[in-house]
């Protein structure tokens, strides 16, 4: 079975059929969403990605789309580790043996392109076609994640403490970042030996305080527990 691998343009990503491919979207199981819907997601990450400046690659078979992928250059990440780096997002048909021509046209770009010399990517568990080959074109298992939902909105027990439990103000924002400055928080990036500890403090201390920023935002919600006059979490 032959297959071509070529670029596509940003125009051409709405009317690209893509009901071939396997998306495993971390939404799945969630009733109100369709197969439609997931493949829809995907297709977003793939416009926002050239949107981006990424590059975006298919791969077909007897002129029939089996997989399709995208390289992002990452330019908050790049600036803060001083490092070029990217992110890589795919799909791809069952059983349709392009994971590695396309994983493989990807990695050029990146490397001769985007000069990048770090590449991240994010696949299912579930996925191993795609992990099998990322493994064995060198890439490293950072972190194994699990994606939880909640929805039984009828269940919530009666919290414990709950007087010390406040919203966030601006005067907290100290306190907090202090907390966040002496935790030890394991991530993909905690794990990385590419980045130094300073800075992977530094990349959560930032978060955070994105984060305290848009507390007052009508859909961010901040709370602190309080304990004897002081921020204790």
């Given amino acids: 079975m032959t297959i071509q691998v070529q670029p596509l343009m940003a125009q051409c990503l709405q009317d690209l059929d893509l009901s071939g491919l396997r998306v495993r979207s ?6 109100l969403l369709t197969a439609a819907d997931h493949l829809q997601l995907f297709r977003n990450e793939l416009v ?10 298919a791969a077909f ?3 029939r789309l089996c997989a399709v992928g995208a390289i992002i250059p990452l330019a908050w990440d790049t600036q803060h580790f001083g490092l070029p780096m990217a992110s890589l997002v795919a799909a791809a048909g069952e059983g349709c043996g392009a994971w590695r021509p396309l994983l493989t046209g990807l990695l050029l ?5 985007l000069a990048a010399r770090h590449v991240s990517a994010e696949f299912d568990a579930e996925d191993s076609e795609a992990l099998h080959e990322l493994a064995s074109l060198g890439f490293e298992t950072m972190d194994i994640r699990r994606a939880y939902r ?4 009828g269940s919530v027990p009666e919290p414990k403490f709950r007087t010390l439990v406040r919203p966030y103000c601006s005067a907290d924002r100290e306190r907090v970042l202090e907390l966040v400055a ?11 030996p590419t980045f130094s500890r300073q800075q992977v ?4 201390a930032s978060w955070f305080d994105k984060l305290l920023a848009s507390s ?7 709370l602190v527990f309080e304990k004897r006059g002081q921020v204790q979490a």
């Fill in 26 to 31: 971390r939404y799945r199981g969630v009733e």
């Fill in 48 to 57: 926002a990605a050239a949107a981006a400046g990424g590059r975006v690659l």
């Fill in 61 to 63: 078979s007897a002129g």
């Fill in 109 to 113: 770009i990146a490397q001769q392109q």
């Fill in 150 to 153: 909640w929805t039984d909105m």
């Fill in 182 to 192: 002496g935790a030890s928080i394991t991530s993909r990036f905690s794990r990385d």
């Fill in 201 to 204: 403090q530094m990349l959560y």
């Fill in 216 to 222: 007052n935002d009508a859909d961010t919600v901040g």
